[in-house]
């Protein structure tokens, strides 16, 4: 059986606890994202239909991966095996995954069938700019360079970007601070500050959000919203595969080629922008809420790839 949790529990649960077992369900849920939940039940879900089982055996579990590794990314994997982790963590299994045996089994599969990791195409401060001076004055308009600027400047994920509400929102004299309060690294939802300050030319990220907020008359709730065709604001949240669609349209508006741009684009732009710019990584780990240099280590090494290069002695 699948539960709340993501997780295969005995069929074999008593009556009596059911109410401690809801709670318990409860708690657990809370402390994974929805996105994360909906992936960890779509791999365990894979996992039983196939005839695995929680707890499973170390070998039962390289055969599945054996099974999948010529069918599946090596990436889908990892995940399926992340899932079937916490499975086993949560009910307090002896847990496969920390195997010699399936260690080994996956890191076989990685030598021979793995491949680089596909990372979005950062849009840097030049894309920005490009894509804006292709912008009309139209609501429409308005909200995405609002959303740009914004989702750029303050190296946004998409959920975090899309969760943004009014009250989230504190005007300062030196610009804005957005109170982030929950992100994919803040499970515990601690929530932190993130400053935007105001623009120093025409371009300013706090006054085009100002500007989106006033001409589409939104005091409250979400911030980014879609819209129907005769540029009617609509109330709930943009899908955060809108905010995906958004960013590519606005791309190739400008020649830009949309393979590789996601909404991950902007808050990759940011760390790779902010790194050719010679800004600490201190300071860009602030930004982003990356937890150390090595989480930023490809963005960085990208960014500075043409700075002091040794291939330009001519």
Not at 198 to 210: D, F, M
């Amino acid at each position: 059986m699948v539960t709340c949790d993501n997780t295969l529990l005995p069929e074999s649960i008593n009556a009596h606890d059911l109410l401690l077992q809801e709670r318990l369900q409860d708690y657990v849920r809370a402390a994974t994202s929805d996105s994360t939940r909906r992936a960890y039940r779509n791999d365990l879900t894979h996992f039983k239909d196939w005839g695995g089982t929680i707890p499973c055996s170390p070998q039962l579990l390289c055969d599945y991966l054996v099974t999948y590794a010529h069918q599946l990314a090596v990436s889908t994997l990892q995940r399926r095996l992340a899932a079937i982790s916490r499975a086993h963590n949560t009910l307090g299994f002896s847990n496969p995954v920390q195997t010699e045996m399936v260690r080994v089994t996956m890191r076989g599969i990685r030598r021979k069938h793995g491949t680089a990791q596909r990372q979005a195409r950062p849009l840097v401060k030049e894309d920005i700019l490009l894509m804006l001076t292709a912008m009309d004055n139209g609501l429409k308009a308005q909200r995405d360079a609002a959303l740009l600027l914004i989702g750029f400047c303050g190296a946004f994920r998409r959920s975090e970007l899309v969760g943004l509400n009014v009250e989230d929102l504190e005007y300062v004299r030196e610009g804005l601070i957005i109170h982030l309060r929950h992100s994919k690294t803040d499970q515990a939802g601690e929530g932190r500050k993130l400053a935007i300050p105001y623009g120093r030319g025409h371009i300013c990220p706090v006054k085009s959000l100002q500007g989106w907020l006033e001409a589409s008359t939104i005091t409250s709730g979400p911030i980014f919203r879609p819209m129907t065709k005769g540029n009617q604001v609509q109330a709930q949240r943009l899908s955060e595969s809108a905010v995906a669609c958004i960013i590519k349209e606005r791309a190739e508006v400008v020649g830009i080629t949309s393979e590789g741009v996601s909404g991950h684009s902007l808050r990759a732009g940011l760390a790779t922008s902010a790194a050719q710019h010679g800004i600490s990584t201190h300071k860009i780990r602030q930004q982003t809420g990356h937890a150390s240099d090595a989480m930023l280590s490809r963005y960085i090494r990208d960014g500075d790839l043409f700075n002091g290069s040794a291939g330009g002695l001519f």
